[in-house]
T-cell receptor, first 114, second 109 residues
Framework: DAGITQSPRHKVTETGTPVTLRCHQT?????MYWYRQDPGHGLRLIHY???????DKGEVSDGYSVSRSKTEDFLLTLESATSSQTSVYFC?????????????FGPGTRLTVT | LAKTTQPISMDSYEGQEVNITCSHN???????ITWYQQFPSQGPRFIIQ???TKVTNEVASLFIPADRKSSTLSLPRVSLSDTAVYYC??????????FGKGTRLSVIA
């Protein structure tokens, strides 16, 4: 399995509090991604990174920010958590992009906002 | 980015062959068809990828007709452990993967 860890694995927080999720990889892959998964919506891309300090928005980026100061770490921050951000968050990595690349996913973080 | 369409859900009995068809009418010349599998409480994992004709690995087979407007993922003799969501994707250019809702396969004993 690809060396991807996510922390924390579970978190319960209150509405309005800031939350940071961490994704750590040991594969030295250039690309990193954050997805959220909700019943009825499948997996949706939040943000992704194509290098240190290089990030871009996905389809559901509102309310989220990201940072990547090192190749191995990609942080997802909810500045002020809302109940609509209750979800399972998956981090993924890939060595490249293009028509035939493969993404590797982490184990997920279950976030509950009360 | 090619849009893919696949059934929302399928049921099968253990030991049967399961075929999941995906349509991708506007697939680009360079796009590969890629399938991911997601078990409950886990992240998706790559299972197979192909450009045309047939590809087979230890998990599944992928059939792609000459016009490449559709593809079929074939799972031989499924077991209960094959219960999962299967995603069909056609990655394009330098864009991140876009996952739809996938096909929820339920294998029944």
């Amino acid at each position: 399995d690809a060396g991807i860890t996510q922390s924390p694995r579970h978190k319960v927080t209150e509405t309005g509090t800031p939350v940071t999720l961490r994704c750590h990889q040991t594969e030295n892959h250039r690309y990193m991604y954050w997805y959220r998964q909700d019943p009825g919506h499948g997996l949706r891309l939040i943000h992704y990174s194509y290098g240190v300090k290089d990030t871009d928005k996905g389809e559901v980026s509102d309310g989220y920010s990201v940072s990547r100061s090192k190749t191995e770490d990609f942080l997802l921050t909810l500045e002020s958590a809302t109940s609509s951000q209750t979800s399972v968050y998956f981090c993924a990595i890939s060595e490249s992009v293009g028509p035939s690349y493969e993404q590797y996913f982490g184990p997920g973080t279950r976030l509950t906002v009360t | 980015l090619a849009k893919t369409t696949q059934p929302i859900s399928m049921d099968s009995y253990e030991g049967q062959e399961v075929n999941i068809t995906c349509s991708h009418n506007n697939i680009a010349t360079n796009d590969y068809i890629t399938w991911y599998q997601q078990f409950p409480s886990q992240g998706p994992r790559f299972i197979i990828q192909g450009y045309k004709t047939k590809v087979t690995n230890e998990v599944a087979s992928l059939f792609i007709p000459a016009d490449r407007k559709s593809s079929t993922l074939s799972l031989p003799r499924v077991s209960l452990s094959d219960t999962a969501v299967y995603y069909c994707l056609a990655p394009s250019g330098n864009t991140p993967l876009v996952f739809g809702k996938g096909t929820r396969l339920s294998v029944i004993a």
